[in-house]
């Protein structure tokens, strides 16, 4: 059962070499961010395979505060960096 | 199995360098923060990997969470007009006449470098440090997790110093610029159903960190941080704190973390002649006492960072014009 963890969490790993391959092509800046909105959510199931594997509890609560601070830069984002959008999008 | 691990490790280790290095290089800033983001995420495993749950603790609390939403604060600041595809650094124009300077930091760098490589390399291969020591003064320390144990009671001053060093760098951000306690515009229904819902899980999560620190991976820092990330979430809905509790509420509250330590140092140094030096039967209690005034004032201090300025400043000036 460990064995399998281990390989779902190697697995996650690739997944987030591909989605690195988005960040860097781009073309937008919302691809990239919502490509690292993706490794947040790879990044908790990679430590909830890590806590069961490990048998360590405490990973449980990393993934928790990732999970919960994800979408932090996301709002960031659309609320700061993204003026324009934002200008486009409000009635006149 | 060990094959399994190995080559998740290199693979975790490598992911690293490069991301390291494409967010240094990359001339588009925004890319470089989302390179940076997903660097603090690898990075977070990483600590996983090398059996460090607490700094992992802290890198997901800080480097998701807070990193990112000030680093993009930044970068709007900096560009606060163009375009939102374009935020590439504008190519220096006067590249050579830099260039003739650029070997004395490179020819300093890689003194340093190799200088820490030597101690690196001289090193002991095995060396227990001082984890035996803390393990067998644990009974006494008042918290059963080793690295709070270290942090609140061991060596208690470096945290102490540690949360002066966020105030002065709030202080740093206040003498710079002011910031407008005007509410922005309103954030939408998303973003206003999020903000309502987070805030209140994000209170509990601290308040679970703050708890659990004392037997587990968790702790006043961690704590803080999601306590941050709440402010950060309410400014960036849009809420925006009532003038009149800025003034003196404010700095109360932010200096309530540092003013509990040193309080707690002085009235330990004059009973038990050393600084910081708990009684045995009492030092969970001063531990916990500490721990939840340094949460407030860590995660208040990173959400008024956030705000990016002196929030007084600005009324003294409205009323002043």
Redesign the interface.
């Known amino acids: 059962m ?2 399998l963890y ?2 779902l ?2 697995f996650l ?2 997944n ?2 591909a989605g ?1 391959w988005r ?2 092509r ?4 919302a691809d ?2 919502l ?2 909105q993706l ?2 959510t790879t ?1 908790v199931a ?2 909830l395979l ?1 806590a069961q594997a490990n048998t ?4 449980r ?2 993934a ?3 999970a ?6 996301a ?11 934002e200008a486009n999008h ?1 009635p006149k | 199995m060990t094959l399994l691990t190995w080559v998740f490790d290199s693979l975790l280790g490598l992911s690293l360098l490069w991301l390291a290095w494409r967010a240094l290089a990359c001339p588009d800033l925004f890319k470089a923060i989302v390179l940076f983001v997903a660097f603090g995420l690898l990075m977070a495993l990483a600590w996983v990997r090398l059996a460090a749950p607490d700094v992992a603790l802290a890198e997901a609390a800080i480097g998701a969470g807070l990193t990112g939403a000030l680093l993009m604060a930044a970068l709007a600041k900096l560009h606060p007009t163009e375009a939102h595809d374009d935020f590439t650094v504008p190519p220096e124009k006067n590249v050579t006449k830099v260039w003739s300077w650029q070997w004395l930091p490179a020819v300093a760098i890689l003194l340093v470098t190799t200088g820490l490589g030597y101690v690196v390399l001289s090193l002991p291969p095995y060396a227990a440090g001082l984890s035996t020591e803390v393990a067998a003064n644990l009974a006494i320390s008042g918290a059963s997790n080793p690295v709070t144990a270290v942090l609140l009671n061991f060596r208690g001053y470096d945290t102490l110093l540690e949360i002066v060093v966020l105030l002065l760098a709030l202080l740093g951000v206040w003498s710079l610029n002011s910031a407008s306690l005007d509410r922005k515009a309103a954030p939408g229904i998303v973003l206003d159903t999020l903000a309502r819902l987070l805030t209140p899980i994000f209170i509990l999560v601290a308040a679970y960190l703050l708890w659990v620190g004392a037997h587990a991976p968790g702790g006043a820092f961690q704590a803080g941080a999601v306590l941050g990330a709440a402010g950060v979430l309410l400014l960036l809905a849009g809420w925006r704190p009532r003038a009149g509790l800025m003034a003196l509420p404010l700095r109360l509250v932010l200096v309530t973390g540092p003013a509990t330590f040193v309080i707690v140092a002085v009235l330990t140094l004059l009973m038990k002649g050393q600084m910081l030096e708990y009684p045995p039967t009492q030092a969970g209690v001063l531990i916990l006492i500490l721990e939840t005034a340094a949460t407030v004032s860590i995660g208040v201090t990173l959400a008024a960072l956030f705000l990016g300025g002196d929030p007084r400043k600005n009324n003294r000036n409205k009323n002043q014009t």
């Open positions: 460990q064995l281990l390989a969490a190697l790993l690739l987030l070499g690195m960040v860097l781009g073309p937008t800046a990239r961010m490509a690292a490794f947040g990044a990679i430590l890590l360590n509890a405490a990973l609560d990393v928790l505060v990732f919960l601070l994800a979408a932090m830069t709002v960031a984002f659309v609320r700061r960096a993204w003026p324009n959008q409000k």
